[in-house]
């Protein structure tokens, strides 16, 4: 795994650069290991959105990495075509106004589920 910060923030990046959605999380897709975590998983599996999982708990240097490549305090942290969402609550609330359906359609994502609540 990369060891210096620049490594560290080349490596998200390209994470980030290389899928449609990114979820830096506490845990696995189906697995969270946090409430917040699995909150937004849950959120990402209804919309039927296809999804890269990094399991921040697997490497220090990454979650604190992706904290300072944000300047974003807390986990998880979603990313939808390269674009910093938000966290939990973040996303909870657009997922509940329809925005993040909105967002995810007008930005491409594939996804298999077009309602908007859960």
């Excluded at 969270?32 to 959120?43: K, Y």
Aim: glycine share 10%; hydrophobic share 35%.
């Amino acid at each position: 795994m990369a060891t210096t910060q620049q490594d560290i923030n080349a490596w998200i990046k390209n994470t980030i650069d290389g899928n449609d959605v990114v979820l830096f999380m506490k845990g696995r897709k189906n697995m969270a290991q946090c409430g917040f975590s699995q909150r937004i998983d849950a959120v990402l599996q209804h919309l039927g959105i296809n999804y890269k999982d990094v399991n921040v708990l697997e490497d220090a240097s990454i979650r604190d990495g992706i904290k300072a490549y944000t300047n974003w305090p807390t986990i998880p942290q979603l990313y939808v075509k390269g674009e910093f969402i938000g966290g939990c609550d973040i996303v909870m609330e657009m997922f509940q106004s329809g925005e993040l359906h909105k967002l995810i359609h007008e930005k491409g994502v594939p996804h298999t589920n077009h309602g908007t609540h859960a």
